[in-house]
């Protein structure tokens, strides 16, 4: 089923949308099974961002698709690549890849403010993540968005989660990230959300969200689905993409056109 036209218009001018009660109940136990699985069995870029002898824990992997049936069978088929090819507006909709993101009862570390595209390998502004809460998400630990930043025409150095330390002090056609303390001051909104919904927000949109401590949140996790639209090309970066896809043999410029990024919908 179509997204309804309102939700297409304010992803387009907002760079943020939530969809209410997109993913099936029965969807969502596919991912927890995914998850769970990916946790015991982490990918080769996952990351532990809680340093050890601290409370909480921060995990976080992504590119596991193909070898984690449930993330595809979600991921690739159904309600989701739909509603991203509806918010997208294009004539299709390939997989980039999943990311899966799980911080624990009394997890100090925050997700800092940033965008996606810089960290990512390739270039265009048809795309969107589809970020799939596994928990219900009050306000308190809840994804917030800077509206409309994904057309500042700016693309921000990214920095690293861990120690929110920047890539490289300086780079052609990027700029420094502000202070985290004068994004906090922005105007932003946060997106609560239920047990199938899912917020969408493109990747050139700043967004940030706080850890679980001080909250009675026991769980948070979450699988984002990043796709890709008609104008995505492989790009270079000044710094080491994440993920750090190579281009096996996709020439910078050129199309996805590879089984790794495969069409998951189209018109």
């Not at 009660?21 to 946790?39: H, I, K, P, Y």
């Not at 090819?85 to 299709?92: E, N, S, V, Y």
């Not at 780079?171 to 997106?191: W, Y």
């Not at 990043?226 to 190579?246: H, I, N």
Request: proline share 7%; charged share 20%; hydrophobic share 40%.
């Amino acid at each position: 089923m179509a997204l309804e036209p309102n939700l297409v218009t304010t992803y387009k001018r907002d760079g943020v949308v939530v969809l209410r009660n997109l993913v099936s109940l029965d969807a969502l136990e596919l991912l927890r099974q995914g998850v769970l699985t990916n946790m015991q069995s982490p990918g080769p870029w996952a990351n532990e961002y809680t340093p050890a002898g601290t409370s909480g824990r921060f995990f976080d992997d992504y590119v596991n698709w193909q070898r984690i049936p449930q993330f595809e069978q979600v991921g690739n088929t159904g309600s989701v690549p739909q509603a991203a090819l509806d918010l997208m507006a294009t004539k299709t909709a390939r997989m980039f890849h999943e990311h899966v993101l799980v911080k624990e009862a009394q997890t100090r570390e925050v997700t800092p403010w940033h965008h996606d595209d810089p960290y990512y390998g390739i270039d265009g502004m048809d795309n969107v993540s589809i970020w799939i809460p596994l928990d219900p998400i009050p306000e308190s630990v809840a994804l917030r968005f800077i509206v409309g930043s994904h057309l500042w025409d700016k693309r921000f150095i990214p920095r690293r989660f861990a120690d929110q330390s920047a890539y490289v002090d300086e780079a052609t056609d990027f700029v420094t990230m502000p202070d985290q303390g004068d994004l906090n001051k922005m105007q932003s909104i946060t997106c609560p959300v239920n047990l199938g919904d899912a917020v969408a927000f493109h990747y050139r949109t700043l967004h940030s969200a706080p850890g679980t401590f001080g909250t009675e949140v026991h769980l948070r996790r979450a699988v984002s689905f990043r796709y890709v639209g008609d104008d995505a090309v492989f790009a270079s970066r000044p710094w080491r993409t994440s993920p750090p896809l190579e281009g096996n043999d996709l020439s910078f410029g050129e199309q996805l056109d590879d089984p790794r990024f495969p069409i998951v919908a189209k018109r």
